[in-house]
Every structure is written in C-alpha cells, then in structure tokens.
C-alpha cells in the first residue's frame, strides 16, 4: 500500500509540525483532500509533497490508512501549497495549522458523500455570466496607470490621491485581464468588511453577479464555502476579501490588488500572525501575476520598496474631475476657549455648512460615551476587575463595557468605594460627542427650515445585521447634516455631500512609544480629509479641520500640504538612523500567564537558552516586559523584543529558538507566540 504525507490540523504548539503519514490503496497526487483518523476523530488533511521544506513526513505510531478522499474537487494546486508553506515557515507556525485554517470551515466537516451531494447541486445551479457594464472614461493618470501595469510584471505602488480613481482603475484592469484570458482570475482585498458590499456592488454592476464572490469573515459558514467552492473551480472569475482571502484556492490566478495597502488590518492578530499585504506580494512572485499595491498614504516599507526600485511607483495626484484636495486648516487649542470641544471658528464652519445644505463629517477614534467614569470625592474609577484597563460608559444602554475582555455591568447608581451618588463621565467617546453636536447645533435650520440631523456610526451602531448599509445610505441619501464616527468611515467611502471633515483629538499619537504611531496618524488624517470635497462641483470649498495642541509638530505641516512624500522622506531618516524597519527586522515573542512574574520568566528562560544561538546569528534579545495593556480577562501578558539587521538572520534563529521554546516549562504559563514583522510594540 503507498504511504502518503498528510498534512493535518495540529495545535499551535504540537512538536508535529510537518505531515503525518498515512495508508492509501491509491497513489494521490499532492493537494488532493482526505478525510482521515486523528486520535478518536476523523479529520480533513491534505496530500503533501513529502520532500517539501519543513514538510518531511512523521510516523505516529501504527500506520492508518485514509478514510476517504473528497472527490470532485481537483488537487490544491502547487502554488498554493508552496504559498502555505512558505506562511508556516516564515511566521513560525506548524503547517497543519497554516493549511487547514486557510479551508472554509464547513469543508473540514463534511464527509466526502455530503460534499459530492453539495457539488451536485452546484453543477446543476450554476449561472450564465452576465454582460459587462459600461467602464468609465479614464483621466490621463489613470490611462498611464493602467497601461503600466498591463504592460509591465511584477509589483506596483498605485500612489494615488484620495479621489483619483484608484478603484476604476482597479476594475479596468481586471476587465482588461479578462478581455485578454476569459478563464483567469482575480485578486481583489479590502482592508476591513464594511468596505466589502460597495466595492462588490461595483464589481458586480461591472461584471455580473455570476462571476464574482466575496470571502470575509462576516460570511456564514455556508456563504464561505460557497465561494471558496467556486473560486477552487474556477466559476468565479474574480474574488473580493479582507486578509482572509489570500489564502483562497485561485487555479488561474493572475492579478492581486491589495487596496488601502497600508492599512494595520491586513496584518492578522490570533493563530499564525500573517501580513496579508506581503503574503499577496510572494503569491504573485509564486504564481507570476501582477500585484498593485494601491494607497493616497502608502506604508513606509513599500514606499522604501518603491524608493529602491523594488516596486513599481504609479503616481495619481490629481482627483476625478480635477477638484482640488481639501484645505487644511490646523486650529491651535491652546488659543481656544478653555473645556472647548469644538473651536469656535469650527463650530461656525459647521453651521455654515448646515444652513446650505451641505455635510459634515466629525472624526474621533473612541467609541461609546465616555472612557471613564469616575467618583469626585474619593477618586474611584471604572477599572475592569479583569483587565489592567478602564471600563467604556456606554450612555444609551446605561452600561459599563469592557472593550478587551467584554466584562458589562449596569452603571452604579453611586460610587461602588464611597457611596457619592454623583458618578460622571470622564472625557468624551463618539456617543457623547454626538450628542454634544446636537446640542451645539439645535437652533440650526437646515435650507427646507428642518432641524439639523445628527448621526454617529462606529462598532457598537452598527452590530446589528444590515445596520451599517442603512445608515451609509443615509449619508448617500442627504438625510445626514453631520456624521460623527470612528476610522472606519474614514477609509474607502464615496461620501458625495460632505465638504467638512473634522478631527477633534488628532494629538493622541503624537508622543506614542510605538515608533508607528506618527505613520498612523497621518494615513488616518490623510485619509479622513479624502472623505471631503470627493463631489468635484464642492471640492473648491471643502476643508479639513484639525484639532490640536501641537500645531507646530512637522506632521501637520505635512498634512496641510498634503505631502506624503515629504513626510516619509523625513520619518524614513528617522527609521534609518534608529535601525528601525525597514532597515531592520523584528519579531515578539508574547507569553500569557496566571501572573506577570511567570510570563516573565518564560521569556527571561527562553531568552538565556537561546543566547549562544543570538550570539551566532547578530541578533539582539532585549529583557521581557509587560504589554501595555498587560492584563486582559484575568490573563498576565508580557512580551519580548527580537531585533536583527537581516531578515534571513532572524528567520534562522527563530526557527533555532522554536524548539528551545517548546523545551522551556513555565509552571502556570497559558501559551507563548512568536509574532514576525509585529505592527504593534
């Protein structure tokens, strides 16, 4: 009987990290799907090339034979597999755990007789592909775009201006790809789910619905496999999905874009740490497609890779319709009122605004009512007895809400410590600040005499199904004077009425420890001012108010200019001098605990095994340290940092640390990860 290498799921930190091997009557080729025994379960695994790297095949005891093969589905192509074995290596991960979390769910549960079932219905459903819909004329900076990419191989960095059209672009490129090849494929990720239904919509409108599919992890399980299904057959000619989706199985893949590529979401959080962004670039060096890389705000390490000839740069600074970016006006607090929230000449501006019937959108990044509440008289405060954090006053259910663990209570009626009936809120969420707008604004007529309509859009309004699509519908519709919102109206939205954009507290990251935080604030701010003025008619008079202490700080002198170029020149002298990346290269290890002493212990123990091999590799291990937020739902964290001038350095000793970290025991310790190329310090 042959023996087959099977990859199959393992636990995070299971000594078997490659495939096991199993008993088959047939000799599969590499990529088919199996069901086979794990222990007392039957599970789903996948044919491996047994001499792949990282991938030599384990005998566990008694050979067992396959329980079956998942017929009808054709072997995961070799690119794939290479593109999963290069995630669970690099990000020092197994490759059972890389390669079944990129299946959809239901697919590992169900039996090769309930998938041949499902595939029957699918043949006998499938749809003729719709008539395209009619593209738009293009300016001459997208026209050279579009010609560059088809022309040319490799990565592109489509640096372009809120407004520029960089999406239209993206939609001509893949239809020219189809024109081309109508049997291949296409790529398409978004950041964040709540830009997945316009962007479909468009695509859709552009394509037919026959042909395109979402994957994102708001989709049920069947809705997932649903898509994955006609991606891996090929029915589906182009994909759209968040960081998810770029583990789909694509056979005739030959076009990726990665839009708002800067954006901190495409780097995963849990399970194996993966950068979608950089895992899209290696599959289309793998797979020989053409990636774009598309962003008014890229991150500095594709503006390096640009600046070094890596990528292609692609400039597009002038908007559709040739309307001009937003004025910047930067209004100093420390002239204003004291307790102002809003500067006087702010407030008119938005009155303004109202009176003519035009929108206005307020920016700031903290959801709920208020971050605290808090006792006068004896200091008390809403701590989360589970985390080292405080608890969110959330006015319009009158609760105190965790936003780490998710620990709620009703709001006391007085002071848990001292009993002082009069509790308040401390400091100011999207909740409050809403309100406080309608009061500010509640003798405003809007042009009709109607009063002035207020709404506020961030997670905690938009948890119901279907509640996010209503209320940008709203804003489309005119029937919002002025939106208050966290970032994640600040990104991707075509928002046609608004011509005032607002950030109340842009100096939160200023002075962060995290040497990232400066490239943040201005993709945000940046990002944020492009929701005004996008109607070419209004872009004349469109501004972007910034509110701050600092206004003397380089950034905002940057942000008013609207110079992305000059900022990262100036932030990469910085990373340059400090050997930061994208000069150098990082991981964390981050170890989880009943207490913060053995959290620290583990790493501090992994950390003198590990030395002699630091030593020969040039790289530097720094002490352990608490996270900042270092307790969350009762759980101890501490973290510490790897630091090497050469990412193939790096790589070599983390594969050399794995095992002494598997070999180190911690009495009380929960779990350790190792997070490669980290965001957040």
Same mark, same amino acid.
Request: aromatic residues 6%.
């Given at each position: 009987?042959?023996?087959?290498?099977?990859?199959?799921?393992? @636990?995070?930190?299971?000594?078997?990290?490659?495939?096991?091997?199993?008993?088959?009557?047939?000799?599969?080729?590499?990529?088919?799907?199996?069901?086979? @025994?794990?222990?007392?379960?039957?599970?789903?695994?996948?044919?491996?090339?047994?001499?792949?790297?990282?991938?030599?095949?384990?005998?566990?005891?008694?050979?067992?034979?396959?329980?079956?093969?998942?017929?009808?589905?054709?072997?995961?192509?070799?690119?794939?597999?290479?593109?999963?074995?290069?995630?669970?290596?690099?990000?020092?991960?197994?490759?059972?755990?890389?390669?079944?979390?990129?299946?959809?769910?239901?697919?590992?549960?169900?039996?090769?007789?309930?998938?041949?079932?499902?595939?029957?219905?699918?043949?006998?459903?499938?749809?003729?592909?719709?008539?395209?819909?009619?593209?738009?004329?293009?300016?001459?900076?997208?026209?050279?775009?579009?010609?560059?990419?088809?022309?040319?191989?490799?990565?592109?960095?489509?640096?372009?201006?809120?407004?520029?059209?960089?999406?239209?672009?993206?939609?001509?490129?893949?239809?020219?790809?189809?024109?081309?090849? /109508?049997?291949?494929?296409?790529?398409?990720?978004?950041?964040?789910?709540?830009?997945? /239904?316009?962007?479909?919509?468009?695509?859709?409108? !552009?394509?037919?619905?026959?042909?395109?599919?979402? *994957?994102?992890?708001? *989709?049920?399980?069947?809705?997932?496999?649903?898509?994955?299904?006609?991606?891996?057959?090929?029915?589906? #000619?182009?994909?759209?999905?968040?960081?998810?989706?770029?583990?789909?199985?694509?056979?005739?893949?030959?076009?990726?874009?990665?839009?708002?590529?800067?954006?901190?979401?495409?780097?995963?959080?849990?399970?194996?740490?993966?950068?979608?962004?950089?895992?899209?670039? $290696? !599959?289309?060096?793998?797979?020989?497609?053409?990636?774009?890389?598309?962003?008014?705000?890229?991150?500095?390490?594709?503006?390096?890779?640009?600046?070094?000839?890596?990528?292609?740069?692609?400039? *597009?600074?002038?908007?559709?319709?040739?309307?001009?970016?937003?004025?910047?006006?930067?209004?100093?607090?420390?002239?204003? /009122?004291?307790?102002?929230?809003?500067?006087?000449?702010?407030?008119?501006?938005?009155?303004?605004?109202?009176? #003519?019937?035009?929108?206005?959108?307020?920016?700031?990044?903290?959801?709920? $009512?208020?971050?605290?509440?808090?006792?006068?008289?004896?200091?008390?405060?809403?701590?989360?007895?589970?985390?080292?954090?405080?608890?969110?006053?959330?006015?319009?259910?009158?609760?105190?809400?965790?936003?780490?663990?998710?620990?709620?209570?009703?709001?006391?009626r007085h002071c848990p410590a001292c009993g002082n009936a009069d509790i308040a809120?401390?400091?100011?969420?999207?909740?409050?600040?809403?309100?406080?707008?309608?009061?500010?604004?509640?003798?405003?007529?809007? @042009?009709?005499?109607?009063?002035?309509?207020?709404?506020?859009?961030?997670?905690?309004?938009?948890?119901?199904?279907?509640?996010?699509?209503?209320?940008?519908?709203?804003?489309?519709?005119?029937?919002?004077?002025?939106?208050?919102?966290?970032? *994640?109206?600040?990104?991707?939205?075509?928002? !046609?009425?608004?011509?005032?954009?607002?950030?109340?507290?842009?100096?939160?990251?200023?002075?962060?420890?995290?040497?990232?935080?400066?490239? #943040?604030?201005?993709?945000?701010?940046?990002?944020?001012?492009?929701?005004?003025?996008?109607?070419?008619?209004?872009?004349?008079?469109?501004?972007?108010?910034?509110?701050?202490?600092?206004?003397?700080?380089?950034?905002?002198?940057?942000?008013?200019?609207?110079?992305?170029?000059?900022?990262?020149?100036?932030?990469?002298?910085?990373?340059?001098?400090?050997?930061?990346?994208?000069?150098?290269?990082?991981?964390?290890?981050?170890?989880?605990?009943?207490?913060?002493?053995?959290?620290?212990?583990?790493?501090?123990?992994?950390?003198?095994?590990?030395?002699?091999?630091?030593?020969?590799?040039?790289?530097?291990? $720094?002490?352990?340290?608490?996270?900042?937020?270092?307790?969350?739902?009762?759980?101890? #964290?501490?973290?510490?940092?790897?630091?090497?001038?050469?990412?193939?350095?790096?790589q070599r000793f983390l594969a050399g640390w794995r095992p002494l970290l598997h070999?180190?025991?911690?009495?009380?310790?929960?779990?350790?990860?190792?997070?490669?190329? /980290?965001?957040?310090?």
């Amino acid at each position: 009987m042959p023996r087959l290498a099977i990859v199959v799921p393992t @636990p995070a930190h299971s000594s078997l990290s490659g495939p096991l091997t199993y008993l088959s009557e047939l000799a599969l080729p590499a990529g088919t799907l199996v069901r086979v @025994p794990l222990g007392r379960r039957e599970v789903l695994g996948v044919v491996w090339e047994p001499g792949a790297a990282g991938a030599a095949p384990v005998h566990h005891g008694e050979e067992k034979a396959i329980a079956g093969v998942l017929e009808g589905l054709a072997p995961l192509t070799a690119g794939w597999r290479q593109l999963v074995t290069f995630s669970a290596t690099y990000y020092q991960r197994s490759l059972g755990e890389v390669a079944l979390a990129a299946l959809p769910p239901q697919l590992r549960d169900l039996t090769p007789v309930q998938l041949g079932r499902r595939l029957n219905r699918k043949a006998s459903a499938q749809a003729a592909p719709a008539a395209a819909g009619r593209p738009l004329a293009l300016t001459a900076e997208q026209a050279a775009a579009l010609d560059a990419i088809e022309a040319g191989a490799g990565t592109f960095l489509l640096f372009g201006a809120t407004g520029s059209g960089k999406t239209e672009v993206y939609l001509q490129a893949v239809e020219r790809l189809l024109a081309r090849a /109508p049997q291949a494929q296409a790529l398409v990720m978004v950041p964040e789910i709540n830009l997945t /239904p316009q962007l479909h919509e468009r695509f859709v409108a !552009r394509f037919g619905a026959a042909v395109v599919v979402a *994957m994102h992890s708001g *989709m049920t399980a069947a809705q997932r496999l649903k898509s994955w299904l006609a991606a891996h057959h090929g029915a589906a #000619r182009i994909v759209l999905g968040t960081r998810m989706a770029v583990f789909a199985s694509m056979p005739a893949l030959q076009l990726i874009v990665v839009d708002e590529e800067h954006d901190p979401s495409y780097k995963q959080q849990e399970g194996a740490r993966y950068s979608a962004r950089d895992l899209a670039i $290696y !599959r289309g060096r793998i797979e020989q497609a053409r990636v774009v890389l598309g962003s008014a705000t890229p991150s500095l390490e594709s503006w390096h890779a640009a600046d070094s000839g890596r990528y292609r740069r692609l400039a *597009m600074p002038t908007r559709v319709g040739a309307g001009s970016l937003p004025a910047v006006r930067v209004v100093d607090m420390n002239l204003q /009122p004291k307790q102002a929230i809003f500067a006087p000449p702010l407030l008119d501006a938005m009155r303004q605004r109202v009176a #003519r019937g035009e929108q206005s959108l307020v920016f700031l990044n903290r959801r709920g $009512y208020a971050p605290v509440l808090a006792c006068g008289d004896c200091g008390w405060k809403s701590e989360c007895p589970h985390c080292s954090a405080f608890r969110v006053f959330h006015k319009i259910d009158r609760t105190l809400r965790c936003h780490h663990c998710g620990f709620t209570e009703r709001v006391p009626r007085h002071c848990p410590a001292c009993g002082n009936a009069d509790i308040a809120p401390v400091g100011r969420g999207t909740e409050r600040l809403e309100e406080h707008v309608a009061d500010l604004l509640a003798d405003v007529r809007r @042009p009709g005499g109607e009063p002035v309509r207020v709404a506020r859009i961030d997670a905690d309004s938009v948890r119901l199904k279907g509640a996010l699509e209503r209320q940008l519908a709203q804003v489309h519709a005119g029937d919002v004077d002025v939106l208050v919102g966290t970032q *994640m109206v600040t990104k991707g939205h075509d928002f !046609r009425g608004i011509t005032l954009v607002a950030a109340v507290q842009a100096d939160s990251a200023l002075f962060s420890s995290d040497f990232r935080a400066p490239e #943040r604030l201005f993709a945000l701010l940046m990002q944020a001012a492009g929701r005004a003025g996008r109607e070419a008619a209004r872009a004349d008079a469109s501004e972007m108010w910034v509110q701050t202490w600092n206004p003397a700080h380089p950034l905002f002198g940057a942000l008013r200019r609207h110079d992305y170029p000059a900022f990262a020149a100036q932030q990469l002298k910085e990373r340059e001098q400090a050997g930061m990346p994208p000069f150098g290269f990082q991981a964390l290890v981050r170890a989880e605990a009943r207490t913060q002493e053995i959290a620290q212990a583990f790493l501090e123990a992994a950390s003198a095994a590990a030395r002699p091999l630091a030593g020969d590799h040039g790289v530097a291990l $720094y002490s352990a340290v608490p996270m900042s937020i270092q307790r969350v739902a009762n759980v101890e #964290r501490a973290q510490m940092l790897v630091e090497s001038a050469s990412r193939g350095a790096l790589q070599r000793f983390l594969a050399g640390w794995r095992p002494l970290l598997h070999a180190t025991r911690e009495k009380g310790l929960l779990r350790w990860a190792i997070d490669v190329d /980290p965001l957040a310090i």
